[in-house]
């Protein structure tokens, strides 16, 4: 069996149960170096001690430069819980029904779950932070690869100069999108009313469900409902951002899913985890999201994306910039420093079919 993945080539993304998470969407986990090793079973010869070579390591697979995802298809692994996560930076996915391992080579297309006699080629592919394939390993006899995989590892350069230049992320920064009145008023409307906790979707038995987890997303909104209000800044966006998209990507939005007023907190240590926008069948046709910073507050969230940029957007001093950006793209929101960072966010999406 060859694998067909080569140096350069983009990683399959994939979505895959692991030990904590029923739904993984393995491309949020970008912006650092990332091994998949593909081993099958922990009774196959070889692996016990490739894997005791790995967790013998943290320093190295810390989970901010290096993290390890193993890859099991055998269920005894976890009903015999032969295998563990090890925090920061080692977890497993349960690849049951082939479906992640066909798609890295490590079976064939036609190999059937729970087939006897299933050829399963060990391998560790290593993918550089915006995920495309920087190297593949061997564990081979004795798991003397593991050796060299951790030797390449310890000497890759720092994240932010995986690709030997410093990256853009991918946003359009947008001034003067709204009059400083208009931030004040939209200021004033979240002071009235106050914020409610938002949380963000997930799929959970075929079906996209509200969830919330403050280890994940902390954050409160004001959901806009006053029609004039909502068409005044439907209005801004139609002459001052969409054509810039459409500049840009080719992209002529036609609709707007929300307005809101958001509110990053300081005293609530506000924040939200490397995620995307579009991942569930409920929001799969959002296309980019866009948020208007609102005040002048220069310690406020920043957005980073780290499978493109190290170095987070960081808000202007001035109000009134817009940053959209592709729903498509991992991001996270980090922690506020100090004071609050309000804004209006809208989902731009496709036209109804």
């Not at 005040?295 to 009134?320: D, K, Q």
């Amino acid at each position: 069996m060859t694998l067909h993945l080569a140096t350069g080539d983009p990683a399959p993304r994939f979505t895959q149960r692991t030990l904590s998470n029923p739904r993984y969407v393995f491309d949020v986990a970008a912006g650092r170096y990332m091994v998949l090793y593909f081993f099958g079973s922990t009774a196959s010869p070889n692996v016990a001690q490739a894997l005791e070579k790995i967790r013998s390591r943290p320093a190295t697979f810390n989970g901010s430069k290096v993290a390890f995802f193993g890859v099991t298809v055998d269920p005894k692994d976890e009903t015999h819980q032969r295998i563990a996560d090890q925090k920061p930076g080692i977890k497993f996915f349960l690849d049951f029904d082939l479906s992640v391992s066909k798609l890295y080579g490590a079976v064939s297309a036609d190999a059937q779950q729970g087939g006897v006699g299933v050829s399963y080629r060990q391998v560790c592919v290593v993918l550089d932070p915006t995920m495309r394939v920087r190297a593949t390993f061997v564990p081979g006899k004795e798991a003397t690869g593991i050796d060299e995989l951790i030797a390449y590892l310890e000497a890759l350069p720092p994240v932010e100069r995986s690709s030997g230049l410093e990256m853009q992320a991918p946003v359009i920064v947008l001034p003067d999108v709204f009059e400083a009145d208009l931030c004040h008023e939209l200021i004033s409307l979240y002071e009235r009313h106050g914020g409610q906790e938002s949380g963000f979707m997930r799929e959970i038995n075929g079906k996209t469900v509200l969830v919330s987890d403050h280890n994940h997303k902390r954050r409160r909104d004001h959901t806009i409902e006053d029609d004039a209000l909502m068409a005044e800044l439907r209005g801004r966006f139609i002459r001052r951002v969409i054509p810039e998209i459409k500049k840009v990507h080719q992209f002529e939005a036609t609709r707007m899913e929300r307005y809101i007023v958001s509110c990053y907190d300081a005293d609530e240590e506000a924040h939200f985890r490397p995620h995307r926008d579009n991942t569930t069948k409920g929001t799969a046709h959002r296309r980019f999201a866009v948020s208007v910073n609102l005040n002048n507050v220069s310690t406020a969230a920043r957005s980073v994306f780290p499978n493109m940029a190290t170095e987070p957007t960081r808000p202007l001093r001035a109000a009134r910039s817009s940053f959209p950006a592709r729903s498509c793209m991992p991001y996270r929101r980090s922690p506020v420093a100090a004071a609050m960072r309000s804004c209006p966010s809208s989902m731009m999406r496709l036209p109804p079919k």
